[in-house]
């Protein structure tokens, strides 16, 4: 039987929940909060094995509660129940340590399949959010990839791209219509900046970074 602890400040959504979970023999309701504080009070009582955490509330809010309650007990899942599709309060619950985050427009039976897949510990996000976590996960790579290469010039990055095609410098060299002695000062500039020693270093630090991602290559692995 999962333990399920209820923090909404609506005493009348609690009131709902709860009737809705007293049907299934699986979950029982321990406890009822309106307020972070005291959900983080009745964590520390119950022990219960989810909370369904809304995040209005008044004071601190439901993110609040949730970073203090999963840091204080970890064996215990925060499912966020929320009438907000927001990307900021989407990640900061994700990055507060929520396990699921769900709409109240969700219907009864996707709810309570919800609980228990939380309460089984995965990780759950209603499906009207998650196109929105995969674009802020391909924002944030593609900053980081970004960001992995700012000190090089354009010039400098192409080059990087060809060492890591396993390309001599006579080889880039035709390929970026520039004399050797020049790909070679290149070269050894790039390998300054990013702190490297090797060629072999640079290859595998471009392939980490993603560099195929800013630089554009044909079938035949030349610049395009």
Known sequence: MLKILLVDDHEVVRLGLKSLLSRYPEFEVVAEAGTADEAVKMAANYKPDVVVMDIRLPGKN???????????????????LTSYADDDLLFDAITAGASGYVLKQIDSRE??????????????????????????????????????????????????????????NKEIAADVYLSEKTVRNYVSSMLSKLSLSTRSEAAAYAVK????????????????
């Open 209 to 224: 970074h993603n560099i195929d991602n800013l630089i554009q290559f044909d079938d035949k692995g030349d610049l395009t």
């Open 111 to 168: 709810l309570i399949t919800a609980l228990e897949r939380i309460g089984r510990g995965e990780a759950l996000l209603d499906p009207a959010v998650t196109q929105q976590v995969f674009k802020r996960m391909r924002e944030t790579t593609r900053k980081a990839e970004h960001v992995a290469f700012s000190a090089l010039t354009e010039q400098e990055l192409k080059v990087l791209a060809l060492v890591a095609k396993g390309k001599r």
């Open 62 to 80: 439901g993110i609040e509660a949730t970073r203090e309650i999963v840091t204080n007990h970890p064996e215990t899942k925060v499912v966020v």
